[in-house]
């Protein structure tokens, strides 16, 4: 199974301000997700990453809010950007490594608070 | 659309009982199952899935689920219930007609009382 490191791991940031998370993954894979997990809550899709093309948004997700990075098959980016306290979340990438019957792999999460 | 229901948000057990975790999905076409486990303060790890074929899968530290399609029921089980099983519990659906997305419950904390 895919190894998948997230940076920063947590991150306490200013209102207003705007904050890149990496997702780096130990081998190529097709797919890559960006998750949202808000405090007590289930995951929810922001995008999928393709890379070659430009990511596919989720309803309620926006580019000029969450713009995504995919410059090859095993590294992403996830930025946030004018952030209010309401974007206080765990952040999660996720891969899959092929289309079809196969499960998605999780990183360990990027824990944004925003004051 | 797919969707899934997680019945009980909150679900403790005895160290050595039963443990159960209910999950109802939504899907107009066959689907793809995963259980998924969340340890504090870190990522999901992938419990197990049902895709095709027998309908009674199991999984790592003893867990297993039943696929079942008449009640639309994919619930997790494990018969002895260990300390280490507290966690917060993710049941997922996706399709198999090119749709990789994954839709998640809302979760199941599972709480072991000793």
Known sequence: ????????????????????IQCQVDSQVTMMFWYRQQPGQSLTLIATANQGSEATYESGFVIDKFPISRPNLTFSTLTVSNMSPEDSSIYLCSVKEGTGPYE???????????? | AQSVTQLGSHVSVSEGALVLLRCNYSSSVPPYLFWYVQYPNQGLQLLLKYTTGATLV????????????????????????????AAEYFC???????NEKLTFGT?????IIP
């Not at chain 2, 997922?92 to 090119?98: I, K, R």
Request: hydrophobic residues 30%.
């Open chain 1, 104 to 115: 998605q792999y999780f990183g360990p999460g990027t824990r944004l608070t925003v004051t």
């Open chain 2, 92 to 98: 997922a659906v996706s399709d198999d007609f090119g």
């Open chain 2, 107 to 111: 979760g199941t904390r599972l709480t």
């Open chain 1, 1 to 20: 199974s895919a190894v998948i490191s997230q940076k920063p791991s947590r991150d306490i940031c200013q209102r207003g301000t705007s904050l890149t």
């Open chain 2, 58 to 85: 199991k999984g790592i530290n003893g867990f297993e689920a039943e696929f079942k399609k008449s009640e639309t029921s994919f619930h997790l089980t494990k018969p002895s219930a260990h300390m280490s099983d």
